[in-house]
Nanobody, 123 residues
Framework: QVHLVESGGGSVQAGGSLRLSCVAS????????MGWFRQAPGKERELVAA????????YYADAVKGRFTISRDNVKNTVYLQMNSLEPEDTAVYYC????????????????WGQGTQVTVSS
């Protein structure tokens, strides 16, 4: 079973930046796609960004296109989410997860989740 540890969250003002990290263990990281998800209070969890096993394919939700960048380091078993031009609407708990394939798809149906990292953006 995969073990995921997210970090890098915090409180910033609108327009600020944060870089989230997620270290994965327990499965072969380098052959699996990875995704970043978020859940705001009272809302369903949603896919924010995803990256293929090689890093050559990426996906972004419309709400974050042009502001967020997902990347990965297959040597460090780590996936990153660089978040720029943050908006109050980005306030949420951010989670990462590992797909069961090398390519991603739009879904939040995963067996387990890490503890997440809180991102709070004030106006």
């Amino acid at each position: 079973q995969v073990h995921l540890v997210e970090s890098g969250g915090g409180s910033v003002q609108a327009g600020g930046s944060l870089r989230l990290s997620c270290v994965a263990s327990g499965q072969t990281f380098s052959s699996q796609a990875m995704g970043w998800f978020r859940q705001a209070p009272g809302k369903e969890r949603e896919l924010v960004a995803a990256i293929s096993w090689s890093g050559q394919g990426t996906y972004y939700a419309d709400a974050v296109k042009g502001r967020f960048t997902i990347s990965r380091d297959n040597v460090k078993n780590t996936v990153y989410l660089q978040m720029n031009s943050l908006e109050p609407e980005d306030t949420a708990v951010y989670y990462c997860n590992m797909y069961d394939t090398g390519t991603y798809y739009v879904s939040t149906d995963f067996t387990s989740w890490g503890q997440g990292t809180q991102v709070t953006v004030s106006s």
